[in-house]
């Protein structure tokens, strides 16, 4: 008859694998966010003695650090939250971590996207300060070329047309995250576990810039003139 042993240790081995594959996904979302929550912008800031959080717009991005500290400290805080993405997307689901082994039975691909989501996550509300963040978009540029990168060229194409065209860097920012899914889907349909991701973003990114959308809708946003096509023509008297 059957050896109520040997199901009780094969349960037992079933019960060990999913708690080693639960824990590799929970530490490596958890520094993923961690990672996230390192702002350029404030890590930046603290060495100038500001926080551009109290100035301009209020946002602790690159585009408000352009606008009220200039360009080489705009520089260095989309340089330092595109690298953190990338390598949350990147270089961090590989990681063979003390204590947490690489477990073949997870998939790489829905970590790899785990750890994308929360490197975002962490960048727009980080926990190292107060969860008053940015809203995503250079972060998320580096998880794209993280998960992706040969879809970097239409991402970054459809940003430089839509603010050529209109001179709204948000609106740029959600269009340019919207064909990232598009892109995929054309790339590769069955890939499930990107096409989701970048589906998510989309409605994330336009929800962390719906005071955009509303000043876009009020006729005042602020548009960057030096690259808009009508800019000059639509500034002078």
């Known amino acids: 008859g059957p050896d109520p042993g040997a199901r009780l240790r094969t349960g037992a081995g079933a019960s060990a694998a999913r708690r080693?594959?639960?824990?590799?996904?929970?530490?490596?979302?958890?520094l993923a966010y961690l990672l996230g929550s390192l702002m350029g912008a404030l890590l930046v800031g603290r060495a100038r003695g500001v926080d551009i959080?109290?100035?301009?717009?209020?946002?602790?991005?690159?585009?408000?650090?352009?606008r009220t500290q200039g360009k080489a400290f705009a520089l260095a805080v989309v340089l330092i939250d595109v690298a953190k993405g990338w390598f949350a997307a990147a270089v961090l689901p590989g990681l063979a971590l003390p204590g947490v082994p690489l477990d073949p039975a997870l998939s790489r691909e829905w970590l790899v996207v785990a750890c994308a989501t929360a490197a975002v996550l962490g960048h727009v509300?980080?926990?190292?300060?107060?969860?008053?963040?940015?809203?995503?978009?250079?972060?998320?540029?580096?998880?794209?070329?993280?998960?992706?990168?040969?879809?970097?060229?239409p991402v970054i194409g459809v940003w430089l047309g839509v603010v050529v065209l209109t001179g709204y860097v948000g609106l740029a920012t959600m269009l340019a995250t919207a064909a990232f899914p598009?892109?995929?889907?054309?790339?590769?349909?069955?890939?499930?576990?990107?096409?989701?991701?970048?589906?998510?973003?989309?409605?994330f990114?336009?929800?962390?810039?719906?005071?955009?959308?509303?000043r876009m809708?009020?006729?005042?946003?602020?548009?960057?003139?030096?690259?808009?096509?009508?800019?000059r023509r639509s500034a002078s008297p």
């Open 20 to 30: 080693t594959r639960m824990l590799e996904l929970a530490v490596k979302t958890l």
């Open 182 to 203: 598009v892109a995929q889907l054309l790339r590769d349909f069955g890939a499930v576990p990107l096409i989701a991701f970048g589906t998510v973003m989309t409605a």
């Open 53 to 66: 959080r109290e100035l301009g717009s209020g946002n602790a991005g690159g585009t408000n650090a352009l």
């Open 205 to 214: 990114v336009a929800y962390t810039h719906r005071a955009n959308i509303a």
């Open 217 to 231: 809708r009020a006729g005042t946003e602020n548009r960057a003139r030096r690259l808009w096509l009508f800019g």
């Open 125 to 153: 509300y980080p926990v190292w300060y107060e969860f008053r963040g940015g809203k995503g978009a250079a972060t998320l540029l580096g998880v794209l070329g993280g998960v992706q990168p040969a879809l970097l060229l």
